[in-house]
């Protein structure tokens, strides 16, 4: 850049000026406009109107159980007086991500920017961390998203609303007769472009405690708030993927200890518009049985895994209706590590294969088919300007 700089700089006769307007001109041609990044949030390699020239994606959702750097923690956190165990942690999780093989992560339980960017940084120059802060006030926590930038980038920052809703929402099931009100303390939300489609990701960390009934009550209305949200990008024929730790079960494909919702969590989730019917499929609901759990809790506290009744699936990955045709496999990574060795969930992924049919054009679907056929066109130009002819 710098030779370029003093090549330009000769050629205009040594006006600093004109360079500095050139060089200017030449940045927002590249279309690679970095945006401003906020004091309470960090977005790395971020570029505007980034569309990714991609046909496969692999998804996930790993809630890293307290990824803290351990200075000056509160006594409730895991790592509170640690940094040594807290820094042991963090490249636990380094290595368990580079098992996954994935494109784009949502996080759960980050602390902030900086041990995010420790995260990126120990996982290599590729990977990029997104993560707006939220307000969690009792824990610190945050959620964040990072990815594999040589794969895909964001093409819009990551944010968050602030909106609140009542509780208990009418039709509560939760059996909560109290009052008051709550927004959604960690999520963030931000939108990929892959070719023509637009697909915003929703990463959220709901209050805790399934069954408790006002935490249940706060769940739905929490619910409502990203309800709301994903309908505003739905509206604008965004393909949806909602994804984290709802702290709540699936109401459909029961989990591997028939765990059942006391809430409505997943039926407001899975219809956006909220209009009877579902726009949105829980993919684990596409795994056997036996491997739908994403999480353990010793609910004995006797410190060992007694199998199925201590485990569950409360970390989802919900995609819109539009792109669940295109999901090819789902894994929970639960080989990785023995139960709470690491983390006490274990990560959650899906693939995507976007992938046109090579038999046929769908008129539905020609976003997905319209940058190959210019290829081809553009090809079969420069075959019969080069030889005056073509042949069939």
């Not at 820094?87 to 602390?111: F, K, P, Q, S, Y």
């Not at 609303?161 to 960690?186: F, H, L």
């Not at 506290?301 to 295109?326: F, K, M, P, T």
Request: hydrophobic share 40%.
């Amino acid at each position: 850049m710098m030779m370029i700089g003093r090549s330009l700089l000769l050629l205009l006769g040594g006006d600093g000026g004109a360079l500095m307007v050139v060089l200017v001109a030449l940045l927002m041609c590249s279309r690679m406009v970095i945006l401003p990044t906020h004091a309470d949030s960090c977005q790395d390699g971020l570029t505007q109107d980034y569309f990714n020239n991609i046909t496969t994606l692999r998804v996930g959702t790993f809630n890293t159980e307290w990824l803290f750097d351990g200075v000056n923690e509160r006594e409730s956190n895991r790592w509170f007086n640690d940094s040594v165990g807290a820094t042991e942690h963090l490249m636990n999780i380094t290595r368990v991500i580079g098992e996954l093989n994935v494109d784009v992560l949502a996080l759960i339980e980050v602390e902030d920017c900086t041990i995010l960017g420790r995260l990126t940084d120990a996982l290599g120059p590729e990977w990029g961390g997104y993560l707006r802060q939220g307000k969690d006030t009792a824990t610190g926590q945050d959620v964040a998203l990072i990815t594999n930038s040589t794969v895909i980038t964001p093409a819009t920052a990551a944010e968050r609303v602030d909106n609140r809703i009542d509780y208990p929402i009418p039709g509560s099931v939760c059996g909560y007769s109290g009052s008051a009100d709550t927004t959604v303390s960690k999520h963030l939300y931000t939108t990929f472009r892959i070719a023509d489609r637009n697909i915003t990701v929703i990463v959220v960390h709901f209050i805790a405690f399934p069954t408790v009934s006002t935490r249940c009550a706060q769940r739905e209305a929490q619910a409502t708030v990203i309800r709301d949200l994903a309908n505003s990008f739905r509206q604008q024929n965004h393909s949806l993927i909602i994804m984290g730790d709802f702290n709540d079960f699936e109401n459909e494909a029961l989990d591997i200890a028939d765990n059942e919702p006391t809430s409505m969590v997943m039926n407001i989730l899975k219809d956006i518009n909220n209009d009877g019917n579902e726009d949105m499929i829980n993919v684990i609901s596409l795994l056997p049985k036996e491997d739908r759990y994403t999480s353990y809790y010793d609910a004995n506290s006797n410190g060992r895994d007694d199998g199925d009744q201590e485990r569950s699936a409360i970390d989802h990955i919900l995609v819109s209706l539009d792109i669940y045709q295109y999901v090819v496999d789902v894994k929970v990574f639960q080989e990785l590590y023995k139960a709470a060795v690491i983390s006490d969930h274990w990560p959650v992924v899906v693939d995507f294969d976007f992938t046109p049919p090579l038999c046929c054009f769908n008129p539905s679907s020609a976003a997905v088919h319209t940058p190959s056929l210019l290829l081809i066109v553009a090809f079969a130009s420069i075959v019969v300007f080069f030889t005056g002819s073509y042949h069939l």
